[in-house]
């Protein structure tokens, strides 16, 4: 019931920043949380950062201080600010959101890619 797209990924050197987006449509109005997981080759998926709709933002510990999170309820979208971007950053980067029901719902990716 809700589609996501992400955009904004891309080629980077280390040090450098970039801003990726998501924007959610479909049964939007169901949504609580939004946010940000990554996957690099070879490694399991992990939490980057996420939002409540109120505001709550959590973020990975690996990430604290380079990236911030926010988000626009109006427009059903969902953004991370990456900045000192490292060579370890470099993953897919997937969209989340989960609705008030608990079910979470999926991007398809969008890669970012550090180079040193």
């Known amino acids: 019931q809700v589609q996501l797209v992400e955009s904004g990924g891309g080629l980077v050197q280390a040090g450098g920043a970039l801003k990726l987006s998501c924007a959610a449509s479909g049964s939007t109005i169901s949504i609580n949380i939004m946010g940000w997981y990554r996957q690099a080759p070879g490694k399991e998926r992990e939490l980057v950062a996420t939002?409540?709709?109120?505001?709550?933002?959590i973020y990975a510990e690996s990430v604290k201080g380079r990236c911030t999170i926010s988000r626009d309820n109006a427009k059903n979208s969902v953004y991370l600010q990456m900045n000192s971007l490292k060579p370890e950053d470099t993953a897919v980067y997937y969209c989340?959101?989960?609705?008030?029901?608990?079910?979470?719902?999926w991007g398809q990716g969008t890669q970012v890619t550090v180079s040193s």
């Open positions: 939002v409540s709709r109120l505001g709550t933002k």
């Open positions: 989340i959101s989960r609705d008030w029901g608990q079910t979470n719902y």
